[in-house]
């Protein structure tokens, strides 16, 4: 896939040697107001700590730098993918041979009562204390989840009961031919652990309303689940949080755990002992441990329980045949 959205495959042109490289990054210099950036290493700006690294890594200052990029992107056939907070990915140890583009600079956050307008770039949890911080009803559950708003918004990020959606009314987003759009909560057809209208978009911010309470309760509440969190999950090694999907019925951890995987090593990763959905870095693992568990995991369980386990982490700058 080439374009704006080329993320799970190489088929795309690639820039070639790196004269072509540093030519592209002097012409983005020149055409866009915020940072160009060569080389960029992704395994330290990623959650797994993993990741070669990206030809360009483009930063627009806003929504005109943002759309002058993307018609760049899609003039010379470019593949690219947004990179939020770098969460929910796995990068391959080659790198991304296109432009990475970080959205950081989207970071307005406005309140007016409960309705609170944010940009997409915001970090999710220090979004989420802000609106605490308000007392507002709504984000204490998801509390601790990694990465951007607009990632999580991508995915529609959920734990303990609660989605990012739930108090969402509306998104805001430019598409791949360049026009921006508002979409209410309701045409974005969110559903679990998908957000099919915005996923092929650049999502730039976000409206909610939230119902008012008590601060302090609030923030008792941030805590139990932080708390749960460390209890349950493996948050002291590099990690993309959960590897798949729920399945209908089931929960993939404990299929991967039934399988026997729970504590199996790869090179430097590790399929949790503290949790069997979720990968760990060791320390200096590469793309291809994890790779490797996430094939062996999908195969065990679809051998042992005729259950297809469905990726929930984006794999970026993998050959089509690497990540099938």
């Given at each position: 896939m080439t374009g704006p959205f080329g993320r799970n495959s190489l088929e795309a042109l690639r820039f070639g040697g790196a004269g072509v490289v540093a030519a592209t990054r002097e012409e983005l210099g020149k055409l866009l107001r915020g940072e160009v950036l060569l080389g960029v290493p992704l395994r330290e700006r990623t959650t797994y700590r993993i990741g070669g690294e990206a030809q360009l890594l483009a930063c627009p200052a806003d929504l005109e730098d943002l759309r002058r990029l993307n018609a760049y992107l899609v003039d010379r056939s470019l593949p690219s993918f947004v990179l939020g907070g770098g969460a929910n990915l796995l990068v391959s140890d080659r790198g991304f041979p296109g432009v990475a583009v970080h959205l950081g600079g989207f970071s307005r956050l406005a309140f007016k009562e409960g309705v609170v307008n944010a940009g997409a770039g915001l970090v999710l949890d220090e979004f989420i204390k802000s609106c605490l911080r308000r007392g507002l009803v709504g984000l204490e559950c998801l509390s601790g989840i990694p990465g951007s708003l607009g990632g999580?918004?991508?995915m529609n990020a959920g734990a303990f009961g609660a989605e990012i959606s739930d108090h969402l009314v509306e998104v805001e987003c430019l598409d791949g031919q360049g026009r921006f759009k508002?979409?209410?909560?309701?045409?974005?057809?969110?559903?679990?652990?998908?957000a099919l209208r915005i996923r092929e978009t650049y999502i730039t911010g976000a409206t909610f309303r939230f119902p008012p309470g008590c601060k302090e309760q609030l923030f008792l509440i941030r805590e139990d689940i932080l708390a749960r969190r460390r209890q349950r999950?493996?948050?002291?090694y590099p990690t993309a949080g959960s590897v798949f999907k729920r399945p209908p019925g089931h929960y993939a951890g404990k299929l991967?755990?039934?399988?026997?995987?729970?504590?199996?090593?790869?090179?430097r990763a590790q399929i949790s002992p503290k949790h069997a959905g979720i990968v760990i870095n060791l320390g200096g693992a590469r793309a291809s441990d994890v790779l490797?568990?996430?094939?062996?995991?999908?195969q065990e369980v679809l051998r042992q329980f005729r259950i297809e386990l469905e990726l929930e982490q984006e794999l970026i700058g993998f050959e089509r045949e690497e990540s099938g």
């Open positions: 999580a918004l991508r508002v979409l209410q909560k309701d045409e974005v057809a969110f559903s679990y652990r998908q999950q493996p948050w002291q991967i755990e039934d399988a026997g995987l729970k504590g199996r090593v790869l090179g490797g568990l996430i094939r062996l995991a999908r």
